[in-house]
């Protein structure tokens, strides 16, 4: 292995090491406790290393959301694969979101509610982000109905399910009738 080659996978390990600190601190305590300083501490790399790897907050944001959408895609084509005709497949990618959105709330908030300087719906969306919507896509185009755009329908499915795991979260919606609620959407939506 060439030096170049050495110094290329170190500097990986450490944007990995980064992201994986930001992320499990603000699973621990909130991005408010994520600082700059703080990851300089709990990494054992001064200041200026980390800033040679991301400019800021909201960069090492974005690098987690990236990572959470890649994640959450897996998550829902895995869901989707081990269920049995289209509506089946739609019930188990809605309950693999929510799931997603329920047990990794900091990565969530990093996908969808801080700016991590991640453009949405653009020529320029990073590959993780499109990868996401394309497994929401891919079962719910099946069912989006005669004439109706399959990109516009896993759009609002999508908010659909935003709007739950958001509301549920923060208490506005009652977490016991999550499964009754999910029956709805799933039966409204599928009965096209």
Known sequence: MSVQERKQRERADRERLIVATARELAEQQGWDAVTTRRLAERIEYSQPVLYSHFRGKREIIGAVALEGAAEMASAVRAAAAAADGPRARVGALARAYLAFAEHHPAVYDAM?????????????????????????????????????????????????????????????????????RLELLTDRLTAL
Do not use: I
Request: zero cysteines; charged letters at 25%; proline letters at 7%.
């Open 112 to 180: 969808f509610r801080l700016d991590g300087g991640l453009a949405f719906a653009h020529e320029d969306t990073p590959e993780p982000l499109k990868d996401a919507f394309a497994a929401l896509l891919e079962s719910l185009g099946e069912v989006a109905g005669e004439g109706v755009h399959p990109g516009l329908f896993t759009e609002v499915f999508w908010a659909s399910l935003h709007g739950l795991a958001t509301l549920t979260r923060a208490g506005r919606l009652p977490p016991q009738e999550t499964e009754r």
